[in-house]
């Protein structure tokens, strides 16, 4: 089953807001998949409720945004998991978790994440500091609530505001180097948005930018993208502060 909450957000400690929430009239039946790149995914066996509850949530209770919590399957001894707590190789939960997401925002047009419930895991001593902050809770809702609470909500083109963000004024995309697949990098490669390529981040996907033709700057780390970010902000080119610098060329008549 899949619980909902809807944000205005949030448990009283956290300062926020919340509304209502809804359980599923049937069990999601989640499962998770791993294609043969390592990348992760997952399949949904009750996807009409799933969005029976949201559009319950939307239309009754005037939903901004929408947490889901969905029991996920337990899956204690797969290799995946151990790498993940080592902080190693790829979240085994999250292409699951993306389905029901992007389901939700796709539907709906309104922000959305979610926070799987899992049984608790036996302690490990050598667990990664990367992953620790996970294993405090079992479901990882607080965080969920708290992004949602800033999330930004869909443009209405017939109301526009002045504090409303277009894809115009995306001046700049930082993302790892072999994820350039996702519809909002391929959009943006058509403007003059700059796509800064991390090298560092290593992701199972192998989607390049030579691959698809998309012209990138390209870095070794986060720490070098922030640089490229700040060069760009104040109007400079990247390419004027490395020891070598490309002549003028003269162009024939």
């Not at 599923?24 to 409720?49: E, R």
């Not at 699951?96 to 490990?124: N, R, Y």
């Not at 001046?171 to 003059?192: E, F, H, K, M, R």
Request: glycine residues 8%; proline residues 7%; contains cysteine.
């Amino acid at each position: 089953m899949a619980t909902f909450a809807s944000s205005r957000c949030c448990p009283c400690h956290l300062g926020l807001d919340l509304t209502d929430y809804v359980v599923t009239d049937a069990p999601l039946g989640v499962g998770l998949k791993t294609a043969s790149s390592g990348a992760t995914w997952g399949t949904l066996q009750n996807p009409d409720s799933l969005l029976r509850a949201v559009e319950k949530l939307v239309k009754v209770g005037r939903a901004e945004a929408i947490a889901v919590v969905a029991r996920f399957p337990d899956d204690e001894g797969s290799e995946a998991l151990q790498q993940y707590r080592q902080g190693q190789g790829v979240d085994p939960l999250a292409g699951a978790e993306a389905v029901i997401s992007h389901l939700i925002v796709k539907t709906f047009e309104i922000p959305c994440a979610h926070a799987p419930a899992l049984s608790p895991l036996p302690l490990d001593p050598a667990l990664s500091p990367r992953s620790a902050a996970e294993e405090l809770g079992y479901t990882f809702l607080p965080c969920v609530l708290v992004g949602l609470s800033r999330a930004p909500q869909f443009v209405k083109p017939s109301s526009p505001r002045f504090t409303d963000l277009w894809v115009d004024q995306v001046n700049a995309l930082v993302i790892p180097a072999t994820a350039c697949g996702g519809s909002a990098i391929l959009s943006l490669s058509q403007t003059s948005t700059l796509i800064i390529t991390v090298q560092e981040n290593q992701t199972r996907l192998e989607v390049t930018a030579d691959a698809l033709g998309i012209s990138t700057l390209e870095v070794g780390s986060y720490l070098e993208a922030l640089g490229a970010l700040v060069v760009h902000r104040a109007g400079m080119s990247p390419a004027a502060l490395r020891p070598a610098l490309s002549a003028i060329r003269e162009l024939d008549h």
